[in-house]
């Protein structure tokens, strides 16, 4: 019998052992260098679970292509360029079985806009950094300290791109994505996601399940 797979990227902490979880953070190389890794490992926010794998998506996964069942992603895609956007749902769509289901989760770019132009009627003379520090599209300050600035190069926190339904719809559909719909926590038909999502992840965020 053959067994399926089912593969995330950009993982983080969240990495359940029924999957292969790959992440492309500086950080877990860093973790996974002998002697080194130990030493910074310490210093920075994020500690890896020792089942994570490194793997960039934009780069390609070390995995077969259309080999997966199931494909996830949460909060990744807005820290990617436009371009490396559009590759990593190109890679996204080559690993994926016919059928197989793919499911990603980003920050809502128009509700954070619908909040801003309301606190602008509300006169709210802060209206503009808070989009700014809620949406993490600007640099407040510059790093300080070796913690600091380890953090900011190896982090990876800040957003370059965000989406809305109607682009992010293109965009999956312009790779060949079919079944594209909106999706809320765990209503998918393959239980198997139900091990990798986080509720929290969906708040003032959008996500949609596509099929290849």
């Not at 359940?16 to 500086?26: G, K, Q, R, V």
């Not at 300080?144 to 791109?161: C, D, E, I, T, Y």
């Not at 965000?162 to 926590?185: H, P, T, Y």
Request: net charge positive.
């Amino acid at each position: 019998m053959q067994t399926q797979l089912y593969v995330q990227y950009g993982c983080g902490v969240d990495a359940p052992l029924e999957w292969i979880n790959f992440d492309a953070s500086p950080t877990l190389i860093i973790q996974k260098t002998p002697i080194i890794g130990k030493i910074v490992k310490n210093m920075m926010k994020t500690k890896f679970p020792t089942n994570v794998r490194y793997g960039n998506i934009i780069k390609t996964l070390p995995i077969k292509n259309s080999s997966c069942d199931g494909l996830y992603c949460s909060h990744v895609l807005e820290h990617l360029t436009l371009d490396d956007f559009r590759i990593a749902l190109q890679n996204s769509y080559r690993i994926l079985k016919v059928g197989g289901i793919f499911r990603c989760v980003v920050p809502d770019l128009e509700s954070a806009m619908r909040n801003y132009i309301e606190s602008i009627e509300s006169k709210n003379n802060s209206a503009s950094i808070d989009f700014l520090r809620n949406t993490l599209l600007g640099l407040e300050n510059r790093p300080k300290g070796l913690k600091a600035v380890l953090s900011f190069l190896f982090g990876n926190s800040r957003h370059l791109w965000m989406w809305d339904k109607q682009s992010l719809v293109k965009e999956l559909a312009n790779v060949g994505f079919v079944n594209i719909r909106s999706c809320e926590f765990n209503d998918c038909e393959d239980r198997m996601f139900n091990l990798v999502e986080n509720k929290n992840r969906f708040i003032n965020s959008i996500a949609f399940e596509c099929k290849k």
